[in-house]
């Protein structure tokens, strides 16, 4: 939906859920984060917000396909302008690195 628009609000509760349900806030922030999306939506909130929490929670859950899918998109992510994204997701998983 181009005319969705989220004001910064939605990536704190995105990174909320991603506590109690990552597989889905992850599914969800891709979806939100897909290229042709970000030319209608201004996502710099949602990646500070919700980027580094939602993939860090995929990867706590020991889930190897949910893993692979977070690692997957932190990479593309990455690819794509986040450079310090691995470093972030590191920090809230307590320097743990995959």
Do not use: C
Not at 12 to 27: K, R
Not at 34 to 58: C, F, G, K, Y
Not at 68 to 92: C, P, S
Request: no cysteine; glycine share 10%.
């Amino acid at each position: 939906y181009p005319e969705f628009d989220t004001q910064g609000m939605i990536g704190e509760q995105i990174a909320q859920a991603a506590l109690t349900m990552p597989g889905d806030a992850l599914d969800l922030l891709i979806t939100l984060l897909e290229p042709e999306n970000l030319t209608s939506h201004d996502t710099l909130l949602l990646r500070i917000q919700a980027l580094a929490p939602v993939i860090a929670a995929a990867l706590d859950t020991g889930d190897q396909g949910l893993m692979k899918t977070a690692t997957d998109f932190m990479n593309e992510m990455g690819a794509r302008g986040e450079i310090d994204l691995d470093r972030r997701v590191a920090a809230l998983r307590g320097g743990i690195e995959d």
